[in-house]
């Protein structure tokens, strides 16, 4: 390559890779984040309005964020939701539902059990496994502390 074309090259490159506000991405994250933590809330008060104990009240919350979720990215609506808050729409609960639900729709076309069946913890399935296998080991340290009298 010469000069010239090297030039014509990175002005191209430079053309056409998007620019980024951190600030403005940040403050997209925290409104989006935040809109989730306050419908959760919302929920939260509701229910423990309608008399349930705490612990019920937040089940009920978490099962309704994920049943929204999954309702968002059936109808395709969370993907520009992601899109505008970026990390503020992938960190809560709602954000881990929809990787499951977008890879059970995305897949579905295969089958039952060779496409959902096997595809669907595609992107979630890394963060069971490791969850699981942490909360075991843990576990077992507990268990060895409780049996060795040091907890």
């Given at each position: 390559?010469?000069?010239?074309?090297?030039?014509?090259?990175?002005?191209?490159?430079?053309?056409?890779?998007p620019t980024h506000n951190?600030?403005?991405?940040?403050?997209?994250?925290?409104?989006?984040?935040?809109?989730?933590?306050?419908?959760?809330?919302?929920?939260?008060?509701?229910?423990?309005?309608?008399?349930?104990?705490?612990?019920?009240?937040?089940?009920?919350?978490?099962?309704?964020?994920?049943?929204?979720?999954?309702?968002?990215?059936?109808?395709?609506?969370?993907?520009?939701?992601?899109?505008?808050?970026?990390?503020?729409?992938?960190?809560?609960?709602?954000?881990?539902?929809?990787?499951?639900?977008?890879?059970?729709?995305?897949?579905?076309?295969?089958?039952?059990?060779?496409?959902?069946?096997?595809?669907?913890?595609?992107?979630?399935?890394?963060?069971?496994?490791?969850?699981?296998?942490?909360?075991?080991?843990?576990?077992?340290?507990?268990?060895?502390?409780?049996?060795?009298?040091?907890?």
């Open positions: 390559m010469d000069e010239k074309q090297k030039k014509e090259y990175e002005q191209y490159v430079s053309r056409i890779t951190l600030f403005l991405q940040m403050i997209k994250a925290f409104v989006t984040g935040g809109a989730i933590c306050v419908i959760g809330q919302v929920i939260l008060n509701v229910c423990a309005a309608m008399g349930l104990d705490r612990q019920t009240a937040g089940s009920w919350s978490a099962i309704l964020l994920i049943l929204f979720s999954v309702l968002l990215t059936g109808f395709n609506l969370y993907p520009s939701i992601v899109k505008w808050g970026g990390a503020g729409a992938l960190v809560p609960i709602t954000g881990f539902a929809n990787s499951v639900a977008a890879c059970a729709i995305e897949f579905k076309k295969e089958g039952q059990v060779f496409g959902v069946g096997c595809k669907i913890f595609t992107i979630a399935g890394p963060v069971i496994l490791y969850g699981i296998f942490t909360s075991w080991v843990l576990g077992v340290i507990y268990w060895a502390g409780k049996v060795t009298g040091s907890l």
